[in-house]
């Protein structure tokens, strides 16, 4: 695979609506990448989609993607409770995989994941956080870095969507529905990708719908060695989204943190000593940069940009966030 003009075959699991919308077009733009192959228990849809998106190869089974020679990357968006099962198959099949976040159920899953992907030293293995892609987050990145807004003192993100719908997977315990494994992941993943840093205590309050048993809001503190970061992720609210990152003497807006549109430009802005500097970003695809990237790895043999340690690290505080809210109390 060393050819630097190849591309990586990649195959998809599910015609899940988030992979039809925003993934599997933005595979289609890239240069390392090609789609073959797709899965799915529906043979109607999964047609229906192959044709749309010129796939040349359907099965309507998992099992016969996951074993298809002719597929060299999975790329898995099931519901949560799939992300350890069929990620593990994957690589029992000698494939890569890209999965979709949160890389599983809690830290137990995400600790075995790690475990078994050490048995594949070959295979490459990354959580799906496509925001770190986005041309913005580096330049923000970069920013704090630099001390653009003096010392990075506390951080705050917001992320919410109205979904009322019985049925839709983020609506199910059983699959891994609720807020926190869904959106809070981003508010978690974020701080700690800011301050290069985990978070030393963190404290929780967590409401949950009473029909669905699912999280449906959720609020954190976050205390890290150098400041802290707060965020509120819901499911039953307003849709909105929003990061601020604050420093000693300014801060940073993020206008579109994680959604970031394929077809308009991001800005973000810039408050330092009562001036504002609006910064727009490129029109770009996070989801194209990181199926290339990720590609990247697998072509010229790369570590993979976003290693498993980092979804263990993150999935820990999520298993801390719940642990807080049930004790009512600061966990370290």
Known sequence: MGNKMAKVKWGILSTSNHGIKRVLPAIKKCKNAEIVAIASRNMIKARDVASKFDIPIVFNTYEELLSSSEVDVIY??????????????????????????????NLDEARQLLSISKKYPNLKVMEAFMYRFHPQWKLVKQFVDEGRIGTLTTINSFFSYNKLDPDNVRNRVDMGGGALLDIGCYCISLSRFLYEDEPQK?????????????????????????????????????????VTIFGTCGSITIEIPFNAPVDNECKISVFNNSSVEII???????????????????????DVPTPLDDAVNNMKVIDSIIESAKKGTWIS
């Open 76 to 105: 898995n968006p099931l519901p949560n409770h799939l992300h350890l099962p069929l990620t593990v198959k994957a690589l029992e099949n000698n494939k890569h995989v890209l999965c979709e976040k949160p890389i599983g159920l």
């Open 202 to 242: 963190v404290v929780a309050s967590m409401k949950y719908d009473s029909q669905f048993g699912v999280d449906k809001l959720v609020s954190g503190i976050m205390e890290f060695e150098k400041g802290n970061a707060t965020f509120t992720c819901g499911t039953q609210i307003e849709a909105c989204q929003k």
């Open 280 to 302: 727009s970003i490129d029109i770009c695809d996070q989801y194209t940069i990181q199926a290339d990237m990720f590609s990247r790895a697998v072509l010229e043999d790369l």
